[in-house]
């Protein structure tokens, strides 16, 4: 159960914490210039953490502490989603798409 | 365009994302009701902090008697790719006043980042466009986040977990990170991020997600430099 003497706090301190992350390089932008090194490494932010957020939600299980390969279901319908992706450039095709094949593949085992 | 059509346009392109967003929203309502919290502290905590994979974990720490101290960093951490998302969008936004971009920071999730930086890489936009563009986008998926989740709170667990909504957030982010991988060096830097993150999960406090980005930046700069000098 969580203890609600805590919950200001947390809300508080994650909230405003997370207020400074997000607004840093917004509102100093300007007044410094990145070297070409950082500008280089700028361009791969989207393709390295989206990868990092994806990868574990479909190959693995986690329930706690505990890690497991999640089955092939995942794997399959997210592969068909790639190619719906790569095909159509279009999220809502590409969502519909994987989410159909996980249910079918589940419906089917 | 307009001023009016900009921010449309932010609005347009964000909107079939709710779809993945929408579920999760319900499941952050959901998971903290079942945790104990009173419906009104877990709706608050989606408009507080609005990062929902944070505010899961935070949650669960709670639930099992953490300490404030444990459960704020860790919630910092696993926040802490805002940082990355603030300085790429930066150059885009620069134009708003200090207090403006307060607001525009505070709107910063995956979503609205992805959605926005991948129109900004193709169409070049004057600044005040771009501006609204993201304002659109952003504000969007608060709404949804939001109310989903104080639907969450207020209803219950509403979705049948036999259904594997959760499913939908990986999907979501297949589809925005796919236009992305557009060359060699960013598809190496993909699968270099998704193998590390793969084998870095049982690293305490999400360290695995930030390990998995420094690789996959690296990997990138490094096949980029190789691409250009051989």
Known sequence: MVDMTTYWPVALGIGAGTLLIRYSFILIMDKVTLPDLVHRMLRFIPASVLPALIFPAVFLHQSGDAVAWAGPERTVAWLAAVLIAWKTRNILATIAAGMAVLWLLKALA | ?230
């Not at chain 2, 993945?20 to 929203?25: K, S």
């Not at chain 2, 989606?46 to 953490?66: E, K, P, T």
């Not at chain 2, 509403?158 to 060096?185: N, S, Y």
Request: glycine fraction near 10%.
């Open chain 2, 1 to 230: 365009m307009d001023k009016r059509s900009s921010f449309l346009q932010g609005v347009r392109d964000l909107s079939p994302i709710l779809l993945g967003v929408l579920p999760f929203g319900l499941i952050c309502g959901a998971v903290g009701v079942a945790a104990g919290m009173p419906e009104w502290a877990a709706t608050s905590l989606s408009a507080i902090v609005f990062a929902g994979a944070s505010q899961l974990v935070a949650v669960q720490l709670m639930d099992q008697n953490a300490s404030v101290a444990v459960v704020i960093l860790t919630g910092l951490i696993i926040n802490a790719r805002f940082l990355m998302y603030s300085a790429s969008i930066a150059p885009h936004l620069k134009d708003a006043s200090p207090l403006g971009k307060l607001g525009l920071a505070y709107l910063l999730t995956d979503q609205a980042y992805a959605t926005s930086v991948f129109r900004f890489g193709r169409d070049d936009l004057p600044m005040p466009d771009k501006i609204r563009y993201y304002l659109g986008a952003g504000l969007t998926l608060w709404v949804a986040f939001n109310l989903t989740t104080a639907l969450g709170a207020y209803l219950g667990a509403i979705i049948p977990p036999q259904w594997e909504l959760d499913f939908a957030i990986p999907l979501t982010f297949t589809a925005l990170v796919i236009p992305a991988v557009k060359d060699r060096p960013a598809a190496l830097a993909a699968a270099a991020a998704g193998c590390v993150a793969l084998l870095a999960v049982g690293l305490p406090y999400n360290l695995g997600l930030m390990a998995a980005a420094v690789c996959g930046i690296a990997a990138g700069c490094l096949a980029e430099r190789e691409q250009r000098h051989g």
